[in-house]
């Protein structure tokens, strides 16, 4: 595994905040009684994938890092929830392009809890 000197140079901390910065995009279309539920959940489960892969970072045990990744893994999944709820409601068209970045950034979370847990260090 190639070493990095911050959790900002990782591919999978990357894709994972171009996802909450198009959350926070699509949700200000969301309808102002929303701002309080859905919006904020919303929000709230997007900033806490690569809040999580930061905070795993620089945990120096494996299990610590692979913890907040999982972490991150379940924010992913319940975003993945409000996409389709959002979707349901009308509050958005289409979401393909998210969904498949969500699949990315959950296929780079998989695989970067697998290098840590598999690694010599």
Known sequence: ??????????I?????HQFTLD???ITKCFPKEELFGLTSQFRRAAVSIPANIAEGYRKRGKNDKVKFLNTSE????ECKYYLILSKDLCYTESNSELKNLAEEV????DA???????SVS
């Open 74 to 77: 379940g924010s992913l999944e």
């Open 23 to 25: 959350v926070y995009k």
């Open 12 to 16: 999978v901390w990357q894709k994972a």
């Open 112 to 118: 970067y809890s697998k290098a840590i847990l598999s």
């Open 1 to 10: 595994m190639e070493k990095t000197r911050s959790f900002t140079e990782l």
């Open 106 to 109: 959950s296929k780079l979370l």
